[in-house]
């Protein structure tokens, strides 16, 4: 069964509320219409009723049974207003919060958290900064976690059997420390279960078991005997390079004897530069579809999309989100 069905299936079972916070973006809309189509997903748009409504018309698409919520009217902002005070603990004035309440990223972010929704999507017209920030200030990270990282779930139908892999972290953290791999290891693991991946989780490196030397070689190295300290449940192991990493031949004979080295599916890169330039690298000359990035670390489901993001990418990403909810 193809991944996003399996998805839909489990959502069938216990269907889930998401936040638009560019309720007027046809995009959105499109992919909105889509979801009311369906019994899995509940749209919730944010923007004023009228001209939601008249981009809608404009554009062609069905949005009738959406819940429309305006800021500007919205009948619970005393009480929204108070709760992110509580949470900002005087960071900010009621009139702070009121202001920021009224753009939809923050009103969108209080939805979730005051349990109005159960996940969010932004991003077609905002900065990752913008979806991000919100989130880390009124959704805050588990209690566990001391970052937000990111991956991305990497599809290619078609070539042989349909290939499903985990990558992390490609949009977020620009060069992490051992530790913060350790964490974006584990949550990346995490979130590649939900998409039906069984993780075999490497650390990348330009070396494979102590081939090429360097702090760079030493950080990944560490990280890994960490994250398997840390998960010994897990299949982890590193440093490998990515040859070594995905072909079996090559994965053996240059780390004999590892469980991972040859079949990995889920990536931990060293720095954000190694991780975007890789997924990228995947998607245009290996034909993989990229679903992402998928916001990790957070006490509830937040993502973020590409402004370059079409409707298709909206509905699918809107699927994922409501998946980890």
Do not use: W
């Not at 219409?33 to 749209?43: H, I, K, Q």
């Not at 990493?245 to 053996?252: L, T």
């Not at 889920?266 to 290996?286: C, E, M, S, V």
């Amino acid at each position: 069964m193809h991944m996003f069905q399996k998805l839909i299936e489990t959502l069938k079972a216990s269907p889930k509320r998401i936040v638009f916070t560019e309720g007027t973006d046809p995009r959105i809309l499109e992919a909105s219409a889509r979801l009311l189509s369906g019994t899995f997903l509940s749209p919730i748009l944010v923007g004023n009723v009228e001209e939601v409504h008249k981009a809608a018309e404009e554009a062609g698409f069905n949005i009738r049974g959406a819940q429309i919520l305006d800021p500007a009217t919205y009948e619970g902002m005393d009480k929204m207003v108070e709760a992110m005070m509580e949470l900002r603990k005087g960071k900010m004035t009621a009139e702070e919060c009121r202001d920021a309440l009224m753009k939809g990223n923050y009103f969108g972010t209080m939805l979730v958290k005051m349990g109005e929704a159960d996940c969010l999507l932004g991003g077609a017209t905002y900065s990752t900064a913008d979806t991000v920030r919100p989130a880390l200030q009124l959704i805050k990270t588990k209690p566990d976690n001391k970052i937000v990282s990111s991956c991305f779930i990497m599809v290619r139908e078609g070539v042989g059997d349909n290939t499903v892999l985990a990558m992390g972290d490609c949009a977020i953290n620009i060069k992490p420390t051992e530790d913060e791999l350790v964490e974006i290891a584990l949550e990346t693991a995490k979130c590649a279960k939900i998409f039906g991946i069984a993780p075999k989780v490497a650390f990348l490196s330009y070396s494979t078991k102590g081939s090429g030397k360097g702090e760079d070689v030493d950080k990944m190295r560490n990280a890994c005997a960490k994250a398997k300290a840390a998960a010994p449940d897990l299949a982890i192991d590193g440093e490998m390079q990515f040859d070594a990493a995905v072909s079996p031949k090559v994965g053996q004979l240059k780390f004999p004897g590892s469980t991972v080295a040859g079949y990995a599916n889920t990536f931990i890169f060293p720095d954000i530069n190694a991780g975007n330039i890789g997924y990228k690298i995947a998607q245009r000359l290996g034909n993989f579809d990229a679903y992402g990035p998928i916001l990790l670390g957070l006490n509830a489901p937040i993502n973020d999309l590409s402004r370059g993001c079409n409707a298709m990418e909206v509905y699918s990403m809107a699927i994922i989100t409501a998946a980890l909810a």
